[in-house]
């Protein structure tokens, strides 16, 4: 069983090395859609995959981190990262270019970190995550899936490359969700949806 959640968020980024002029020389934005695809072969205690109220608190917080926000590539121009940073409280900094392939890349482990590190409290049987689909456009999108996320051949993504502005952090339920997600340990400290 596939079951699909969807998500929006407006975010600004350059995509460097890209054809287009438009898009690799200049800040840009786009009305993100972000779809988060979840499968499993079981049904939990409530007849469900997953429950959607559940994807509402870290899922969420994480993806709407982007929302309003400068996504930088952190091997851009380091004048242009610190110009941007001083001129927004909102940015998301990543270790690859904010292209639509790579956001669906970036959040498939996010997501994918979330999963693993949540205490599943409702029969929640086998939950994994299928795929990512970002809509960049109305007429384009990138759908990453798990191998592409692990890909070495796309280029590695460590979690630990992903910063988030101290704004950002502020904002979510958690101040130290992004530090809890990249130290957790499954005995010591799941998270409670």
């Not at 988060?36 to 608190?57: A, H, I």
């Not at 941007?84 to 890349?105: C, D, G, H, T």
């Not at 299928?130 to 191998?147: C, L, M, P």
């Amino acid at each position: 069983m596939l079951i699909r959640k969807l998500f929006k968020f407006e975010n600004a980024h350059i995509v460097r090395d890209c054809t287009t002029q438009r898009c690799s020389e200049n800040i840009h934005g786009h009305s993100y859609k972000i779809e988060v695809l979840l499968e499993s072969n079981y049904l939990d205690n409530g007849q469900m995959v997953y429950d959607f109220g559940l994807t509402k608190l870290y899922i969420k917080e994480l993806i709407d981190s982007f929302d309003h926000a400068i996504t930088l590539w952190s091997q851009d121009d380091s004048h242009y990262i610190a110009s941007m940073k001083n001129y927004s409280n909102r940015w998301i900094e990543l270790p690859v270019s904010p292209s639509a392939e790579q956001f669906s890349r970036v959040i498939f482990l996010m997501v994918e970190r979330v999963l693993a590190c949540t205490n599943m409290q409702n029969g929640e049987k086998e939950v994994k995550l299928h795929s990512i689909i970002v809509h960049e456009t109305e007429t384009g999108y990138a759908q990453g899936f798990k191998e592409d996320a692990h890909s070495k051949l796309m280029g590695e993504i460590a979690l630990e490359g992903i910063v988030f502005s101290k704004q950002v952090q502020s904002e979510w339920s958690d101040t130290k969700l992004w530090e809890k997600l990249l130290s957790f340990s499954e005995i010591d400290n799941p998270l409670k949806v």
